[in-house]
């Protein structure tokens, strides 16, 4: 995995990233977020690592959504170059619960 994240390409931009996002921190009136709590952890990355992150907590449904909100700024980023490695990564740092490697790899792909 060494050896692959040497080959990534430098990141063109950073953005806020919340390491430790889980759904229990963004709340609604049952339509619309109103309140995000707990938001202590974050980093400057690359945006790619927020959407590999966030196929971890969001199912088919809130991906679609995320998707369709965010196209309507600017389009997805490519994760196909990056996944593999920020995964890996992701699952260094412990954004979420303890899974074992392989299953973490093999999560779905939402984005």
């Known amino acids: 995995m060494?050896?692959?994240?040497?080959?990534?390409?430098?990141?063109?931009?950073?953005?806020?990233i919340m390491i430790d996002m889980d759904p229990t921190q963004f709340l609604t009136d049952g339509g619309r977020l109103t309140a995000l709590v707990d938001t202590e952890?974050?980093?400057?990355?690359?945006?790619?690592?927020?959407?590999?992150?966030?196929?971890?907590?969001?199912?088919?449904?809130?991906?679609?959504?995320?998707?369709?909100?965010y196209n309507t700024i600017r389009p997805l980023p490519d994760l196909s170059r990056v996944r593999s490695v920020y995964r890996y990564f992701c699952r260094l740092i412990g954004i979420q619960?303890?899974?074992?490697?392989?299953?973490?790899?093999?999560?779905?792909?939402?984005f």
């Open 2 to 16: 060494c050896e692959a994240a040497l080959q990534l390409p430098p990141f063109e931009n950073g953005s806020l």
């Open 41 to 69: 952890a974050y980093a400057v990355g690359p945006c790619e690592l927020d959407f590999i992150a966030l196929e971890y907590v969001l199912d088919q449904r809130g991906a679609a959504a995320l998707t369709k909100g």
């Open 97 to 110: 619960k303890k899974t074992d490697l392989e299953t973490w790899m093999a999560q779905p792909v939402l």
